[in-house]
């Protein structure tokens, strides 16, 4: 048990430091073949925030834990909401005044409302992940043709300026931030697994817990440090992007790779509490009498109190 422990914290560790140097190696590899900032600001980015995530879940759906890779996704949606939006709003007020985040919370609720559709009936089969693909795909076209008409972004310029490598070093970062994302997955699955099994506990709540926190911290500290800038546009974005990138992705990949079967908790408890949350965030990011939104300190409070209120519950029911 206490290497299944050790498993966990060190997989958890190289996994946030290797996203972090994949993203780093992606974006200026992609500079260097002249790619335009703005398809390395919007996918290189979220799909490295979000890497974790995916190639957890995806290890999971092959290896046979379809709760470590669902609860991963979602768990790591309402980390995202109520305890690291919660956290950021606590430390510095996130105001709501970009008329593409505005765009994207409605679109966030129904992809969110399509998730709760699926798990209706306790499996995400391929036809189901399919159908969240092809969502994901025209997402995403719809999201870079928006940034195109809106022009130039702040994730983007500060790509620019961190990312003077020689296109050999970035290579290199690219392919052993790689190499590492998939080892410390792998890593964090067994040991996740083990003491899942040496507790009694179910996968899914493992995935809830501990795995969706720790896929989670790449999106903490992009968004702190951006609300800490003042940047809240930005740190409510990687909100939104990474919980899109959640629900259609990361699920969709891990459901092609393996259909995913599941009880009927997920429906009653973790897709009603990730619809919810949703639900809050869409209040707060449009305010009230078409005011400009603002998730407060207050707010986030409230956030944080839902996000420990569900552990709680979670844990209970143990």
């Known amino acids: 048990m206490l290497l299944a422990g050790l498993a966990v914290l060190a997989g958890l560790l190289v996994l946030v430091w290797s996203a972090d140097r994949f993203v780093e190696g992606a ?56 305890l690291i939006l919660g956290i950021t709003a606590l430390i510095s007020p996130v105001l709501v005044h970009s008329s593409i985040v505005r765009k994207e919370l409605p679109l966030l609720l129904a992809i969110t409302l399509l998730a709760a559709y699926q798990v209706w009936d306790g499996e995400i089969t391929r036809l189901d992940a399919l159908v969240l693909l092809i969502a994901f795909f025209l997402v995403m076209g719809w999201t870079i043709w928006s940034g195109l008409k809106k022009g130039a972004d702040t994730a983007v310029d500060a790509l620019e300026q961190n990312n003077n490598l020689t296109l050999k070093l970035a290579i290199m970062w690219l392919v052993i931030g790689l190499l590492l994302l998939v080892a410390s997955s792998r890593l964090l699955v067994w040991g996740a697994v083990e003491i899942a099994q040496g507790f009694g506990i179910s996968d899914l709540i493992i995935g809830l817990t501990i795995v969706a926190i720790g896929t989670s911290l790449p999106e903490l500290a992009s968004s702190v440090a951006a609300a800490r800038k003042g940047e809240h546009d930005m740190a409510l974005g990687n909100i939104l992007g990474s919980n899109l990138f959640n629900t259609l992705a990361v699920v969709g990949i891990a459901g092609m790779i393996q259909p995913l079967s599941f009880g009927s908790e997920v429906f009653s408890r973790d897709a009603m509490v990730m619809l919810f949350l949703t639900l809050v965030l869409f209040v707060l990011g449009y305010g009230y009498k078409k005011a400009q939104g603002r998730i407060s300190r207050l707010a986030g409070g409230f956030l944080v109190a839902c996000y420990a209120a569900y552990t709680v519950y979670l844990l209970s029911s143990i």
């Open 27 to 82: 974006a200026a590899t992609a500079q260097h073949f002249s790619v335009p900032p703005l398809l390395i600001g919007m996918v290189v980015v979220g799909f490295g925030t979000s890497a974790p995530e995916m190639v957890v879940s995806a290890i999971s759906a092959a290896q046979g834990n379809p709760g470590i890779a669902l609860g991963n996704a979602y768990g790591s949606n309402i980390t995202n909401i109520a």
